[in-house]
């Protein structure tokens, strides 16, 4: 990836966080209470989970993954529900609000990465309370910036299907169409949705 990519890359990921942070700011104590996409969680523990990198050191990451039995998922899963409880939603959204040009990016990743992390949360909550998703763009540079081994997984689920974007140009695997908004395609792609079983024409 070009630096030009990469900072292309960065200011998408400032946009969304700052549209996350107004749809945030717009949510009476219910929408912050409303279950998100992510089993087990509300909005306030996606959005505890989105402002944990700009809270925890790496040795406090560490700490808690021992303290989970080695259990990276286990280590999030128990932080977010416990800072969530702890943590006003102001002290949620400000935080998340300070660090909208955060250059945090997940252990071995890169700026993609960080996207698609903003992004799929993003559509954790605003896809749970029936709000507008991210704009089709940013949504396709996550698409389009999947790396080749979870792009081979997910086309291995297709069962002979061509994927194709009904907004955007984008499309996977090969064999009969099927149809989708690219929001719905990268849902399915984390796990978030189901494909249908039947094409669209």
């Known amino acids: 990836m070009t630096n030009t990519e990469k900072t292309t890359l960065f200011s998408i990921t400032v946009a969304e966080r700052r549209r996350l ?6 949510l009476t104590s219910d929408g912050w209470d409303h279950s998100a996409l992510c089993e087990g969680w509300r909005v306030r523990e996606v959005v505890a989970h989105l402002t944990m990198p700009y809270r925890y050191s790496n040795g406090a990451v560490i700490r808690g993954i021992l303290s989970a039995h080695g259990s990276f998922n286990r280590f999030v899963d128990r932080a977010a529900k416990r800072d969530a409880a702890t943590m006003t939603t102001d002290d949620m ?4 609000a300070d660090n909208v040009e955060s250059t945090w990016r997940p252990p071995g990743g ?7 992390e903003n992004v799929i949360h993003g559509l954790d909550i605003t896809e749970a309370l029936g709000l507008e998703p991210p704009p ?6 996550v698409l389009e910036h999947t790396g080749p081994r ?14 194709e974007a009904t907004d955007a140009e984008w ?3 090969e064999g009969d169409p099927l149809r989708l908004r690219a929001k719905d395609i990268l849902l399915a792609m984390s796990g978030r949705a189901t494909l249908p079983s039947a094409t669209a024409s």
């Open 150 to 163: 979870s792009l081979k997984t997910f086309v291995d689920t297709l069962d002979g299907h061509r994927l």
């Open 93 to 96: 959204l400000q935080c998340l």
């Open 171 to 173: 499309h996977v695997g």
């Open 136 to 141: 089709v763009a940013t949504i396709l540079q």
């Open 21 to 26: 942070v107004h749809v945030l700011g717009t």
């Open 110 to 116: 890169g700026q993609a990465d960080t996207l698609r």
